[in-house]
């Protein structure tokens, strides 16, 4: 074990990607505070997503999030050809993904038909590492299609391409065998004013946030207005599905799932404000709650995106540079701890299911063990894309009241990292092969690397 380390340093600090090296160790021998269901993974950098990340800075990244999470929810596989990696990579590790399909623009034949580019990139995940239903958990057709309208110009064509997208993306997978859930993600009271979205869809995945509906929070234990207003969203979207399939014969009734809820560290809406406190704050509460009400629960978002500039590029709980904000710190689920495992994922776990035909599951490894956060300090310059002026990405207002209803989360529709996933024109591959070594060689490294950390460490 100790020579295939020494030999797999030796190619990392040859390929210059030791800083993945680094994250490994810090993440083993500080195991970690909290943990949470998901993290939702924009990998695209730059303005509209404009810059491909390398291989070793999408490896590096992972790293970070194994330390939190044993699964990620992405909004695409094409763009960067980071489908293709991310999932070859992830299912190295032994961890999950929820997999996001970009719905449009829909231009068949042209270089900008994205959705018809997922498809293909789906079938070449399968054709080279599948199965894929022993990592992939659901699939999200789209993400605030129906909120934007980009598809067709209006709500009537949009709805039209999402539910026709939809279905055509279930009968794709199931050709190859896969019993995914398929859905689309969007505020709950999108789903209730277009109710076929959420008749053609076997999984609901709804983006809530307190911050978007303007309401103040200080962070604070006693503070719960904002929580409790995304987890009424949550549960007000679970009996309006209920109410509706009540007495509907021969249908299964779709699952509910949270695919975005978080708190931004600067920027303001309404009375709300972004701070490091307000999110730390919301971390706890949101995050716990959602384990102690086994609600699945995806964090909005892994890591910022400063070039959007406030509130929008600030919801990570990593900043730019990859080093984890305040919050990190003091996150901590009572029952939820785990110490994290690398290279392989080979702890004992149990099983969640949410009521879907496809359960999704998490993997929730309860350790007596004394924790504490992990900050990496490596630099990460190469991130820092320009910022000179915020994207024009404040709250769209939907004021067409034909898509509204009395639901209490009507008040402001939420924006995430839906909308800049899908602004990239540009199709692009990872510059860097060389971070093919950190999966390559992971069963070589084996617990070599954990034997030699401390070693290691004095010289880095």
């Known amino acids: 074990h100790l020579l295939s380390f020494f030999l797999y340093l030796q190619k990392m600090l040859t390929s210059h990607t030791i800083g993945c090296i680094t994250v490994l160790i810090i993440c083993y021998v500080t195991s970690c505070s909290g943990q949470f269901y998901g993290l939702d993974y924009a990998v695209q950098l730059g303005l509209n997503g404009s810059v491909c990340p390398t291989e070793a800075q999408m490896t590096r990244d992972v790293y970070l999030m194994k330390n939190y999470t044993n699964t990620i929810r992405l909004y695409g596989i094409t763009r960067c050809g980071h489908g293709l990696f991310m999932g070859k990579l992830a299912k190295q590790l032994g961890m999950k993904m929820f997999l996001g399909i970009e719905n449009g623009p829909d231009a068949p034949g042209t270089n ?76 709950a009271y999108i789903f209730q004013g277009n109710p076929s979205v959420v008749d053609n869809s076997d999984i609901v995945i709804i983006n809530a946030f307190g911050f978007w509906s303007g309401i103040p929070y200080n962070g604070s234990a006693a503070d719960t207005a904002g929580v409790n207003n995304v987890f009424n969203q949550y549960y007000n979207m679970v009996t309006w599905v209920k109410n509706r399939y009540a007495n509907m014969r021969n249908r299964t009734q779709p699952s509910v799932i949270m695919g975005e809820t978080g708190y931004p560290t600067k920027g303001t809406h309404g009375g709300a404000v972004g701070s490091e406190s307000a999110q730390a704050g919301y971390l706890n509460q949101a995050v716990c709650r959602a384990w102690a009400e086994n609600i699945t629960v995806y964090w909005f978002s892994a890591f910022d995106r400063e070039e959007y500039g406030p509130p929008e590029g600030n919801w990570g709980v990593w900043y730019v540079n990859r080093t984890a904000k305040p919050g990190l710190a003091t996150f901590n689920c009572p029952n939820y701890k785990y110490v994290p495992t690398f290279p392989i994922s080979t702890s004992t776990s149990t099983s969640t299911s949410t009521s879907t035909s496809t359960s999704t599951s998490t993997s929730t490894s309860t350790s007596t063990s004394t924790s504490s956060s992990t900050s990496s300090t490596e630099s990460t310059s190469d991130l820092s894309t320009s910022s000179t002026q915020a994207d024009s990405s404040e709250p769209t207002e939907s004021d067409e009241s034909e898509t509204e209803s009395e639901s209490e989360s009507e008040s402001e529709p939420d924006r995430s990292a839906c909308e800049a996933s899908l602004e990239s024109q540009t199709l692009g591959v990872g510059a860097s092969t060389d971070s093919k070594e950190v999966f390559n060689s992971a069963s070589s490294i084996g617990m070599g690397i954990f034997t030699v950390s401390s070693f290691v460490m004095l010289f880095m």
């Open 112 to 187: 900008n038909d994205w959705y018809g580019w997922e498809k293909i990139t789906f079938k070449a995940m399968h054709d080279q590492f599948g199965p894929l239903d022993d990592f992939v958990l659901g699939i999200g057709v789209g993400c605030e299609s129906v909120l934007r309208r980009d598809i067709g110009g209006n709500l009537t064509a949009t709805v039209s391409y999402v539910n026709a997208h939809i279905n055509d993306f279930r009968n794709f997978v199931r050709s190859f065998g896969y019993n995914f859930s398929v859905g689309t993600a969007e505020p």
